[in-house]
Nanobody, 125 residues
Framework: QVQLVESGGGLVQAGGSLRLSCAAS????????MGWFRQAPGKEREFVSA????????YYADSVKGRFTISRDNAKNTGYLQMNSLKPEDTAVYYC??????????????????WGQGTQVTVSS
């Protein structure tokens, strides 16, 4: 069993930055990948970024590439999503997830079997 707890969301002006954290307990990420997804009101949940815990390989949606950076701290069993140059269209509830992601499945919701409760990110114009 893995418990994931996100933190770091909030209200920020366009162009600002936030750093989201995802702390895991119960089991480590070591054999898994961690992903970040987001869901805006009235829209489907979408992939944002992912990192393979053992290799550090990272993946990004085109919409955030160059602005967001995913990272992990093995000792703390915590993942991070640094979000810079935020835009109003980044407003959403952000979820972290963990799963035994294989191949290119890192973009797919069913590839993840544990999810956090979500944290709200609001970017004002």
């Amino acid at each position: 069993q893995v418990q994931l707890v996100e933190s770091g969301g909030g209200l920020v002006q366009a162009g600002g930055s936030l750093r989201l954290s995802c702390a895991a307990s119960g089991r480590t990420f070591s054999s898994r990948a961690m992903g970040w997804f987001r869901q805006a009101p009235g829209k489907e949940r979408e992939f944002v970024s992912a990192i393979r815990w053992s290799t550090g390989d990272t993946y990004y949606a085109d919409s955030v590439k160059g602005r967001f950076t995913i990272s992990r701290d093995n000792a703390k069993n915590t993942g991070y999503l640094q979000m810079n140059s935020l835009k109003p269209e980044d407003t959403a509830v952000y979820y972290c997830a963990a799963g035994p992601v294989y191949g290119r499945n890192y973009q797919l919701i069913p590839a993840y079997d544990y999810w956090g409760q979500g944290t709200q990110v609001t970017v004002s114009s």
